[in-house]
């Protein structure tokens, strides 16, 4: 039973691979469902066992990481010798419960698909523009895979949902001439996104024929399926390939279902992404769409018995957080950054202070581990609210902070394990939406594909289906 080859897994196989992942959420549930800025606010470093903390704080982080990449990319399960059995059995299971992340023709095997053409499609320079390095990347991977696809299936329209700016979209009708179904709910959007079409297309050979935009709000209700039937009319289109590029939280069940439903659809590429935007359900017995399937659901049923969900939006936060390969490499910068935030969040809750980023992206990465720097810029990247005596809360953080500096060996390992511990859930959310499209929503050609590098996208797992 192994979670690579998920798209050649029968039912059977599927109910194993349930039973163990839940079964290794609700067994360390103590290390996902909580939020890090509260580490020490909550006493979160009592939970990690004494003889892990033991085994692990004399290694240096280059020690750490030899050893989890021996874990990650051999085939052996054996690890360290001098390693407690309950955390060597934390360790083998969770490389056994995660999906292999080699990107499409790094090599075959793991169910990882080859790509029959180049990896990445030659895009025209004035199509890059607004494109970061990350973003130029998913849509060159993509639109190879795309165009794959299309030409298996003789399919020459595709249906974008959640287009956003449309940087793929302008990819698939310039160098591969499809037709292309641009659907965004923001109305803004949209608007932009023309104009980027309209400034950076070919002059004498435009594309504005081949690339449409739709304002469309895409939900369960029969409206939204009404409403695509009516634009796929509208164009003329008939058999068509649904692709969305990091659909966030619901939005990839959704546009699961429609695909299912929708006649017109012969082929779906979808990236999720943000699972923590999934909402609660309206009862907060659980979260909606988590799990997806009704074999999950049914098997989440048997195996937790306690009240309140099993995976909370901490738990979800962490699915989406970047996975070890890039963390690792900078895990001693992320410690302090955690550590300096939880903190500030201990010495802030001490005196019933409110905090408010004073910048949407303010963060203590940026100072490093240095405490100093950390110290001098609080109240420039926060509002601390209730505080009147700028200068005591200073030195009360400064005293917090040297209290605390003491448990930093225990937040190294956290930090480490809960990167392994992202793996797995994301594994399990991507897994259990690939067996709601085999199992429930009955399309059975469907697999998951590790499409994009890992190290820049961390979000790199796509559902493929074909009807």
């Known amino acids: 039973m192994d979670p690579r080859n998920i798209g050649e897994w029968n039912l059977t196989e599927e109910d194993a691979y349930l039973e163990r992942a839940l079964g290794f959420i609700i067994r360390y549930k103590w290390l996902h469902d909580f939020k890090i800025t509260r580490f020490y606010v909550d006493n979160i470093h009592e939970n990690l066992p004494q003889e892990w903390v033991q085994a692990s704080s004399g290694l240096s982080t280059e020690e750490l990481q030899t050893q989890l990449d021996v874990l990650r990319n051999s085939s052996s399960t054996e690890v360290r010798a001098g390693f407690p059995e309950s955390l060597?059995?934390?360790?083998?299971?969770?490389?056994?419960?995660?999906?292999?992340?080699?990107?499409?023709?790094?090599?075959?095997?793991?169910?990882?698909?080859?790509?029959?053409?180049?990896?990445?499609?030659?895009?025209?320079?004035?199509?890059?523009?607004?494109?970061?390095?990350?973003?130029l990347h998913e849509v060159s991977r993509m639109a190879v895979l795309i165009h794959q696809i299309c030409q298996k299936y003789g399919l020459?329209?595709?249906?974008?949902?959640?287009?956003?700016?449309?940087?793929?979209?302008?990819?698939?009708?310039?160098?591969?001439a499809y037709q292309v179904i641009a659907v965004e709910s923001d109305g803004c959007r949209t608007v932009n996104a023309q104009r980027r079409l309209s400034r950076h297309s070919q002059k004498d050979r435009p594309i504005s024929n081949l690339l449409k935009y739709e304002a469309l709000t895409i939900?369960?209700?029969?409206?939204?399926?009404?409403?695509?039937?009516?634009?796929?009319?509208?164009?003329?289109?008939?058999?068509?390939?649904?692709?969305?590029?990091?659909?966030?939280?619901?939005f990839t069940p959704i546009i699961l279902d429609l695909f299912a439903r929708l006649d017109e659809g012969k082929a779906l590429v979808c990236v999720g992404c943000c699972y923590h935007l999934m909402r609660y359900s309206k009862n907060q017995s659980g979260v909606e769409h988590c799990p997806l399937s009704k074999m999950a659901k049914q098997k989440l049923e048997g195996l937790w018995t306690k009240p309140g969900p099993l995976l909370t939006t901490a738990s979800l936060r962490l699915a989406t957080q970047e996975t070890k390969v890039r963390w690792l490499k900078e895990l001693d910068v992320h410690v302090s950054c955690h550590h300096f935030r939880a903190v500030l969040e201990l010495a802030a809750c001490s005196r019933n202070y409110e905090i408010k980023k004073r910048r949407r992206h303010t963060s203590p990465e940026q100072y490093g581990s240095d405490a100093d720097k950390f110290l001098a810029t609080v109240f420039t990247?926060?509002?601390?609210?209730?505080?009147?005596?700028?200068?005591?809360?200073?030195?009360?953080?400064?005293?917090?902070?040297?209290?605390?500096?003491?448990?930093?060996?225990k937040l190294r390992i956290f930090r480490v394990l809960q990167g392994l511990m992202q793996d797995v859930i994301e594994t399990f959310i991507v897994v259990d939406r690939l067996i709601h499209v085999k199992s429930d929503l009955n399309i059975s050609n469907a697999s998951i594909l590790p499409l994009f590098e890992e190290a820049i996208s961390p979000r790199n797992l796509a559902i493929k289906a074909t009807k």
Not at 156 to 171: E, N, Q, S
């Open 88 to 135: 060597r059995m934390f360790l083998r299971e969770a490389k056994d419960l995660c999906l292999k992340r080699a990107m499409l023709g790094e090599g075959k095997g793991g169910g990882a698909l080859e790509l029959e053409s180049e990896h990445e499609v030659d895009i025209p320079r004035r199509l890059m523009y607004g494109m970061r390095p990350k973003k």
């Open 156 to 176: 020459r329209t595709v249906l974008d949902l959640g287009a956003g700016m449309g940087y793929l979209d302008c990819v698939l009708a310039e160098v591969y």
């Open 219 to 250: 939900d369960h209700s029969p409206g939204s399926l009404r409403d695509l039937r009516e634009v796929l009319n509208k164009y003329g289109a008939s058999l068509i390939c649904i692709i969305g590029l990091h659909c966030c939280g619901s």
């Open 381 to 409: 990247d926060y509002q601390l609210i209730g505080c009147e005596d700028p200068e005591a809360f200073s030195k009360l953080l400064r005293d917090v902070h040297n209290h605390c500096s003491q448990y930093l060996p």
